[in-house]
């Protein structure tokens, strides 16, 4: 999101960016994170951006061993009980 951020005309960013943090640090909802996403510092999206790089290698670690991951498929969450 910090991509669309930065292609983001001045005026339509600018209100966004002058928001402040209105979602609470602990909420992961899909609104929130697009928020701060679309305004994170370029400090934020480097530290983001040695996690995700992090990861990847990981999996490229495990798939060096293993050809496949089996996982169970997701259930929405009006479907749990």
Do not use: N, Q
């Amino acid at each position: 999101m910090s991509l669309i951020g930065a292609d983001t005309m001045p005026d339509a960013y600018k209100p966004i960016a002058s928001r402040p943090r209105e979602p609470a640090a602990d909420d992961r909802s899909p609104s929130a994170t697009r928020l701060r996403s679309m305004v994170m510092s370029h400090r934020e999206w480097i530290l983001t951006h040695r996690i995700r790089a992090g990861v990847a290698i990981s999996w490229r670690e495990f798939f060096r061993e293993c050809d496949v991951v089996l996982c169970p498929g997701a259930t929405p969450r009006s479907a749990r009980s």
